[in-house]
């Protein structure tokens, strides 16, 4: 079992910054890959950015692609998501899982098998 638990959450001004963290209990993320999504009121869960543990190979969503950048920290066992130039429509709830296997879709949703709590990200105009 894999607890996740997001922070760094809040309210920004559009074009500021923000960086989430997801740190992972219960085992380490060696093998697995790791995704950051986002879920806006009324709107389905929409994927960020996945990172691959073991060679770090990053993908990002055309939304947030030159603005984001997700990273991780072996030695915490933390994976990162580092958010500059925010806009309005970057509002959400973030959510950071896990992906046990590697020959899933790996921008969706259902390929995940644990999520965190996530955390508020708001961007005022």
């Known amino acids: 079992q894999v607890q996740l638990e997001e922070s760094g959450g809040g309210l920004v001004q559009a074009g500021g910054s923000l960086r989430l963290s997801c740190a992972g209990a219960?085992?380490?993320?060696?093998?697995?890959?790791m995704g950051w999504f986002r879920q806006a009121p009324g709107k389905e869960r929409a994927f960020v950015a996945r990172?691959?543990?073991?060679?770090?190979?990053?993908f990002y969503a055309d939304s947030v692609k030159g603005r984001f950048s997700v990273f991780r920290d072996i030695a915490k066992n933390t994976v990162y998501l580092q958010m500059n130039s925010l806009k309005p429509e970057d509002t959400a709830r973030y959510f950071c899982a896990v992906r046990r296997g590697m020959n899933v879709p790996d921008v969706a949703a259902t390929s995940y098998d644990f999520w965190g709590q996530g955390t508020q990200v708001t961007v005022s105009s």
């Open positions: 219960g085992r380490t993320f060696s093998g697995y890959g």
């Open positions: 990172i691959t543990w073991s060679d770090e190979s990053t």
